[in-house]
């Protein structure tokens, strides 16, 4: 992927152009292909891409200056640069927004974070709620109401961005680090940290993720601004996390993972490089925070002999416990009931038994996991999807849980009260695992306010709503929580 140039020059179609015209209904012009359908920016033809008949290609080759197309996936690609674009101009924007407008919900997410007219999916609107701009927030104190624009499908890390800037903490230790790690330029010195050049367009080994990150949660507090572009961030990504490369919709959940394992390595290895010591597993902000361990325990169900190990978490992957049969799709169950399910005590499949040291064989075994270590920081993931070897569907159970005060005691190893608070979730909106849109809810600890973050938008919301959607992650704060 590479910053374009072009992007100022190779672009001539205008958002009314592509009015009405739905990418599912794209064909190209010479051999009328509907697979892989991208539009020149230049003159507006449709034609397909070079795995099909390689009809976009030859268009850019025999027309000088049309140089980029954008795909129905939001994707904006330059045939000069053989390559996918990630530097965009309010044109651009305007394009994709325009696209997506004419997309099911279900197949991209839109460009400027607002779903279509005719999906009802109960995403609040600027109609509903109190829409926040550049103006109301310069007098908004404290509270932080910047979006994230929507790159192309990006849905997915805007809401895992706002998710982890909501956590205090986390946030006040990267706007903490040096800002001479960015390396501004002398005339750019007075410019906002998140507008300092960084060092993503030069080889893999000197992307730094802790820079973007550091970027984008000094950006989500300016109050001169209503929206922010991650672009930058988002080429840190695709370099440093191929699978994430390209425009297709991503699961915010594995993301999480990847980012929380890659900013862990980079702030281990900056310490090395720094002199210090980094061999425990608590030595950086990403562990401090979110690392805690479960306790397993293992026994053989023929000679009661027990093993007992440790490991290391980042955030608990819950399961929605099964309905009964006769229970309607839609019944309720509790966040405690997924914690309850999660630690009971397991019956294992013969394919899973565990070899005893005492029987010398295989036996029929039981498991128990218990939280042992509680991290401060407590992510919880609701395994809404389940995959077989041909459909992937969504739970769409409603689980019910607590915005203040949880107490998981019961589920841990010593039983020792501890109430954590809800600092915001993600959802997910549609049915497929590989579609739909993400929205996230934040609480503001200074207020005592929720906002809802949709991509570049972001409206006023309220404890009701909040306890009333379908959540998919959610990120609990040990009350009174400090870090020493």
């Known amino acids: 992927m590479v910053d374009c140039q072009h992007v100022h020059e190779a672009v001539a179609i205008t958002a009314k152009q592509l009015r009405n015209r739905q990418p599912q209904s794209w064909t190209c012009m010479d051999c009328r292909s509907q697979k892989s359908p991208w539009v020149c920016l230049m003159c507006g033809e449709v034609r397909c891409g070079r795995y099909v008949n390689g009809h976009a290609k030859q268009h850019a080759e025999s027309n000088p200056g049309h140089l980029l197309c954008m795909g129905s996936d939001l994707s904006l690609f330059c045939y000069v640069h053989n390559d996918y674009v990630v530097n965009e101009t309010p044109l651009i924007q305007d394009l994709r927004t325009e696209i997506s407008r004419n997309s099911p919900l279900e197949d991209v997410s839109a460009g400027d974070g607002s779903p279509t007219p005719d999906n009802n999916v109960g995403l609040p609107t600027p109609k509903k709620a109190k829409l926040y701009n550049g103006d109301q927030i310069a007098h908004a104190g404290p509270v932080r109401s910047v979006g994230l624009l929507n790159l192309g499908n990006t849905c997915f890390m805007n809401a895992i961005l706002q998710s982890l800037c909501n956590v205090s903490q986390f946030r006040e230790y990267f706007q903490s ?35 973007e990150m550091q970027k984008v949660f000094w950006a ?58 980094c061999h425990k597993w608590n030595d950086t902000i990403v562990s401090k925070l979110f690392g805690g361990r479960l306790q397993s325990d293992v026994t053989c169900l023929a000679c009661k002999k027990e093993s ?21 799709s839609q019944s309720n169950c509790s966040l405690l009931d997924c914690l309850a399910s999660f630690t009971s005590l397991e019956i294992l499949d013969q394919t899973e038994w565990y070899h005893c040291d005492q029987c010398k064989c295989r036996q029929p075994s039981s498991k128990k996991l218990t939280i042992e270590s509680l991290p401060s920081v407590l992510c919880l993931h609701l395994k809404r999807f389940r995959y077989t070897t041909f459909v992937r569907t969504k739970l769409n159970t ?87």
């Open 177 to 211: 680090l040096e800002v001479a790690a960015l390396e501004p330029a002398e005339a750019e010195l007075k410019k906002p940290i998140h507008q300092y050049p960084t060092r993503n367009h030069c080889s893999t080994d000197s992307v730094s993720l802790v820079e």
């Open 308 to 328: 007992r190990t440790h490991d290391p978490i980042l955030d608990i992957s819950l399961d929605i416990p099964e309905m009964k049969k006769g229970e309607a």
């Open 398 to 484: 409603q689980v019910d849980f607590p915005l203040c005060g949880l107490d998981i005691a019961p589920y841990t190893v010593t039983g020792g009260k501890t109430a954590y608070d809800l600092a915001s979730l993600v959802v997910h909106h549609g049915s497929g695992a590989g579609s739909g849109h993400y929205t996230m809810y934040a609480h503001s600890a200074v207020t005592g306010t929720w906002f809802h973050f949709n991509d570049g938008t972001v409206v006023d919301s309220d404890s009701q709503t909040v306890a009333a959607v379908k959540a998919y992650i959610l990120f609990y704060v040990k009350r009174d929580l400090s870090l020493r």
């Open 220 to 277: 989500l507090w300016d109050k001169e601004v209503s929206s922010y572009s991650p672009n930058s961030f988002l080429s840190a990504v695709w370099k440093l996390v191929p699978r994430f490369r390209g425009y297709h919709q991503q699961d915010a959940h594995e993301f999480l993972r990847y980012l929380l394992d890659q900013l862990h390595t980079e702030l281990q290895r900056r310490s090395n490089t720094n002199g210090g010591s």
